[in-house]
C-alpha cells in the first residue's frame, strides 16, 4: 500500500486553503473577490430577537443563571463587602468637602462601578480558584448553546437535560478558548504599554504619544481581527464530531468578506453590556449608600457584591446567547444565498 506523501498533503492544503480565501498578502484585493452579501436585522431588532428568544424561556435560563451563581459561591468566591466598604468610606472622606452635590454623588457611584467591574473589589484568586471560573463559565457557555440550539429545533427541554449533555464537548471548547486567550495577548500589550506610557508621562504630547497610540491601535485591531471568527469558533466547537481546528477553519471561512460586519455586531453587544451594568450598578450603589448610612446596623451586607454577581451570571447567559443567535444568522443567510 503506497504511502501519502506529507509535501503533496500540505500543497493540497495550501491550495485549498487559497482558493477559500481571496486576501494576498502585498497585493490589492477586488471588491468583486471578497464582497459577500451578509442581511441580518438592524442592530435594535435583533437584539430584541435574543431578548425575546431569552425571555419565552426565561425560567430555564434564569435557572442556568443562579447555576452559574451558586456554583461561582462556592467553588470560587464573590467580591469583598469589606474592600467595597473601605473604599467608598475613602471616596467618602476625601471628596465629602469638594463634591458634596448630587453630581458629586454620582461622580463617587461611577468610581465605584469602575472599580467593581474592573475587578478591583475582588481577592486573589489562587489557581485551584482560576480554574474553576473557567470550567464554570465554559460549562455555562455550553449549556446555553446546547439549551438554544434544541430549543430552536422546536424540541422541549429542561435546564437538568442541557447540564448533562451539554458538557461533552468541553475539551474542545477549552482549546478553542486558549486560542481566543492566546489572540487578545496584542490587546493585552497595549493595555501595559499604556500604563507604562501613563506612568512615565509618555502621552503628555509630541511624536511619542502619537506613535504610541498608533501602535496601540494596531494591536487592538489584530486582536479585533482574529477574536470575531473565534467567537463562532467556540459555537461551531459544539457541534457533534467537531474537532476544535476544524472549527476555527470552518468559522473563518464563514467569517470572510463580511468580518467588519460581525465585528460590528459583537461590539454592539459589549457596548450594551457595559451600559446595562452601569444603567443597573450605578443607581443601586447610591440607594445602597443613602440606606447604610442612614441604618449602619446593615453596613454589613454584601449588597454590591451579590448583584455584581448576579449580573455576572446574567451577563454570561446573554452574551452565550447573542452569539450563538448571531451564528444562526448568518448560517442561515448563508444558505438562503446558495
Given at each position: ?134 470550567l464554570i463559565t465554559l460549562l455555562t457557555w455550553l449549556t446555553s448553546v446546547w439549551l438554544l440550539r434544541n430549543i430552536l429545533a422546536g424540541h422541549k427541554v429542561k435546564l437538568r437535560d442541557g447540564l448533562y449533555s451539554a458538557g461533552s464537548p468541553i475539551l474542545s471548547t477549552f482549546i478553542v478558548a486558549l486560542l481566543l486567550l492566546v489572540q487578545l495577548l496584542p490587546f493585552a500589550l497595549a493595555l501595559i504599554g499604556f500604563s507604562a506610557a501613563s506612568a512615565s508621562g509618555l502621552l503628555a504630547g509630541g511624536v511619542e504619544a502619537m506613535l504610541f497610540w498608533i501602535a496601540a491601535g494596531l ?120
Amino acid at each position: 500500500m503506497a504511502t501519502k506523501n506529507p509535501f503533496v498533503t500540505i500543497k493540497k492544503r495550501v491550495s485549498s486553503y487559497l482558493k477559500r480565501r481571496p486576501h494576498r498578502s502585498f497585493r490589492r484585493t477586488l471588491r468583486r473577490d471578497y464582497a459577500r452579501p451578509l442581511n441580518l436585522p438592524g442592530y435594535w431588532a435583533f437584539t430584541a430577537y435574543v431578548r425575546k428568544t431569552l425571555w419565552d424561556n426565561r425560567k430555564t435560563f434564569i435557572l442556568l443563571a443562579v447555576v452559574y451563581a451558586v456554583l461561582t459561591v462556592f467553588m470560587v468566591g464573590i467580591a469583598s463587602q469589606d474592600t467595597y466598604t473601605t473604599l467608598a468610606n475613602t471616596l467618602n472622606a476625601a471628596g465629602g468637602n469638594v463634591l458634596n452635590n448630587g453630581l458629586g454623588e454620582v461622580g463617587k457611584a461611577s468610581l465605584l462601578f469602575i472599580t467593581a467591574i474592573t475587578g478591583g473589589l475582588s481577592q486573589s484568586l489562587t489557581d485551584a480558584q482560576k480554574i474553576y471560573a473557567g470550567l464554570i463559565t465554559l460549562l455555562t457557555w455550553l449549556t446555553s448553546v446546547w439549551l438554544l440550539r434544541n430549543i430552536l429545533a422546536g424540541h422541549k427541554v429542561k435546564l437538568r437535560d442541557g447540564l448533562y449533555s451539554a458538557g461533552s464537548p468541553i475539551l474542545s471548547t477549552f482549546i478553542v478558548a486558549l486560542l481566543l486567550l492566546v489572540q487578545l495577548l496584542p490587546f493585552a500589550l497595549a493595555l501595559i504599554g499604556f500604563s507604562a506610557a501613563s506612568a512615565s508621562g509618555l502621552l503628555a504630547g509630541g511624536v511619542e504619544a502619537m506613535l504610541f497610540w498608533i501602535a496601540a491601535g494596531l494591536l487592538t485591531v489584530l486582536s479585533l481581527y482574529w477574536i470575531t471568527s473565534t467567537a463562532f469558533a467556540l459555537v461551531i466547537v459544539t457541534l457533534p464530531g467537531m474537532y476544535p481546528f476544524q472549527a476555527i477553519k470552518t468559522a473563518g471561512d464563514l467569517v470572510i468578506g463580511r468580518r467588519l460586519r460581525i465585528l460590528l455586531r459583537l461590539l454592539w453587544m459589549v457596548i450594551g453590556v457595559v451600559v446595562s451594568w452601569a444603567l443597573v450598578m450605578i443607581p443601586i450603589i447610591l440607594l445602597d449608600s443613602w440606606i447604610k448610612g442612614i441604618w449602619s446596623a446593615i453596613s454589613w451586607v454584601p449588597t454590591i457584591p451579590l448583584i455584581l454577581l448576579a449580573l455576572g451570571a446574567l451577563t454570561i447567559v446573554w452574551v452565550s446567547s447573542y452569539i450563538y443567535l448571531l451564528y444562526r444568522k448568518v448560517v442561515a443567510d448563508d444558505s438562503a444565498s446558495v
